[in-house]
């Protein structure tokens, strides 16, 4: 496989924040208009305790799937024939639909109940987000192959227009009536999962029958021994894809290349992997989305109170939809398809783990600074913001603007411990990954009694509290890992999480300035905080030269391509 991981990494997780942001602030203000016109009580239905419903589905569904797949990477890849990961990817399918009962029965008859004025749409709309799941699965394996071949333009388009359809359905319904927002919400997560499944196979098709013309193009001309430069077009689809193992589309599906090729259906080592994954995702999962299952089985916020908590979160966490999830996921790939799980680092070839260990060590100074930059100005500038948001109702009494300030930790805590984390899961043995699954189990469980402590001490704050106190552990745990791997090589990645003297001292200098003018009028206390981010911008470049120099290399790659 000559294409380059990291390039392809790079260039994906360049185009997700692009995409991301834009997709993002359509979200965001869909949100402020239901605060604003339809109701906290709505929006607290929708955004938690529905969209709970499908990251329940979805993630316990292909996640540890995903994972495992993706780790039967170039170096494994004769233990591990693509029948076999074409099969593994189409087992998420039965997984959802079988976990769909007993969600279903626990959202509709266990959870908090809805109120009489929104229980039939509340009804509706789970049926439909659980339909809308299975519907999404259907397109894993064509997003599977997508993502081992480097198509990072059409994954950005897909999830672009898959956001673009499920906002205008919705925004077209509730336009014309307000009262059916829960079953706009509905209707328009259907029509976005269906969306996903058209866009994949039709794209698929139509690459596999330009790809077998391309090939049958280049046979006559080797045959004539003439000449072809490849045109800007075809190399964008075509070059070094020479190891692409489909001739047509019904290979996709299930037991079609097994059939062909012979073998056994499933890989027993790759069924291994996946069931560590999933002992692992389910605790993920609890960590992830703790505080909403919180929220949905004890009645500790009303459906107003949740959704001033969801949006608060909501906005205090657009550093990580926004860059540090699209970076995670970029990273991850990178590192399965860099460093074998198996194979002590000593005995790996020494470009790649020197190459890995500069990439974790730019990767966690990249997300540390983004992180002090948000907690610098978070404590400043919350209430600025919400209000905005919100209007002046939403910010009354203070709630909003504490939990966002609070927020702006765990953001910083966030974007080191998915970073840390997530190469420890590209990297851990089977084995490894049990191991962690124990700690996994205790961390899940520390989380959800601190939550309910925390939350009768301090109220919502409490879930922030309970969440930083389970990624602080974590953290200390992933990044004793690296060390452990890294200090017999002579090699310290960890040098990434201090951002260096120059940066570290202009942002305490920014944060101070920006306190002192909080209470001026919006437009200075705007302007000093504009220009005390440039200057903390220009700080932090000049201490990272060489890494500044990098980005503007693949940015301008970007800009190319």
């Not at 993706?70 to 039965?94: E, G, Y």
């Not at 073998?263 to 995702?281: A, C, P, Y």
């Amino acid at each position: 496989m000559a294409r380059n991981v990291l390039e392809s990494s790079l260039l994906g997780a360049g185009f997700s924040i692009i995409f991301q942001i834009l997709c993002r602030i359509l979200t965001f203000g869909i949100n402020a208009y239901i605060v604003r016109n339809v109701g906290r009580e709505v929006l607290g239905i929708m955004n938690v305790r529905l969209l709970l419903l499908e990251s329940t589905l979805l993630f316990l569904s292909r996640e540890a799937i995903n994972r495992a797949a993706l780790s039967a990477n170039s170096q494994q890849r004769d233990k591990c024939s693509w029948a076999q990961l074409i099969n593994q990817m189409w087992l998420t399918v039965p997984i959802c639909a079988s976990l769909c009962a007993p969600c279903l029965y626990i959202w509709l008859h266990w959870l908090s109940a809805v109120d009489a004025p929104f229980s039939a749409q509340y009804e509706f709309a789970c049926y439909a987000v659980a339909l809308s799941c299975v519907l999404e699965l259907v397109a894993e394996s064509t997003v599977f192959v997508a993502q081992v071949f480097c198509f990072v333009k059409l994954k950005i388009v897909l999830n672009t227009l898959h956001i673009l359809v499920r906002s205008a359905i919705f925004l077209w319904i509730v336009i014309d009536d307000r009262s059916a927002a829960i079953s706009a919400f509905a209707v328009a997560q259907l029509a976005s999962a269906t969306t996903i499944v058209l866009g994949q196979f039709g794209f698929f098709m139509f690459y596999i029958k330009s790809f077998n013309e391309f090939k049958l193009q280049q046979q006559q001309v080797r045959k004539s021994k003439a000449v072809h430069v490849l045109n800007s077009w075809q190399r964008s689809l075509f070059d070094h894809m020479e190891d692409f193992p489909f001739t047509k589309l019904s290979q996709l599906l299930p037991g079609v290349l097994s059939s062909s090729n012979g073998g056994d259906i499933f890989n027993r080592e790759l069924q291994t992997l996946t069931l560590s994954f999933v002992k692992q995702g389910v605790l993920k999962q609890i960590l992830t989305e703790g505080e909403k299952y919180v929220m949905s089985v004890s009645p500790v916020l009303s459906f107003g109170e949740q959704a001033t908590y969801d949006v608060v979160n909501n906005l205090g966490s657009m550093a990580a939809r926004f860059i540090f999830r699209p970076i995670e996921d970029s990273a991850y790939f990178y590192f399965t398809q860099t460093i074998a799980r198996d194979t002590r680092l000593a005995k790996q070839p020494p470009e790649r783990v020197r190459q890995a260990s500069s990439v974790l060590n730019n990767l966690l100074l990249g997300v540390s600074s983004i992180g002090l930059l948000v907690f610098t100005f978070g404590q400043n500038y919350s209430h600025t913001l919400l209000l905005l948001y919100g209007g002046e109702d939403f910010v009354a009494g203070g709630l909003p603007q504490r939990l966002l300030q609070w927020h702006c930790l765990a953001i910083y805590l966030l974007s080191v411990n998915g970073i840390s984390e997530g190469y420890m899961f590209a990297t851990n043995t089977s084995r490894d990954i049990d191991k962690y699954n124990y700690l996994m189990a205790i961390f899940s469980i520390s989380f959800l009694i601190l939550s309910y402590i925390l939350t009768g001490i301090f109220g919502p704050v409490g879930f922030i509290f309970a969440n930083c106190i389970n990624m602080l552990g974590r953290i200390l745990y992933s990044t004793r890992y690296i060390w452990h791997q890294y200090q017999p090589l002579g090699l310290n990645p960890l040098q990434g999480l201090w951002p260096g003297k120059l940066f570290g001292g202009t942002l305490l200098l920014a944060g101070l300035i920006c306190y002192m003018y909080q209470d001026a009028v919006f437009g200075t206390h705007m302007g000093v905080g504009l220009a005390a981010g440039i200057l903390c911008l220009l700080a932090w470049a000049l201490a990272h030269q060489e890494l500044m120099h990098l980005a503007w290399k693949y940015g301008r790659r970007i800009k190319i391509e």
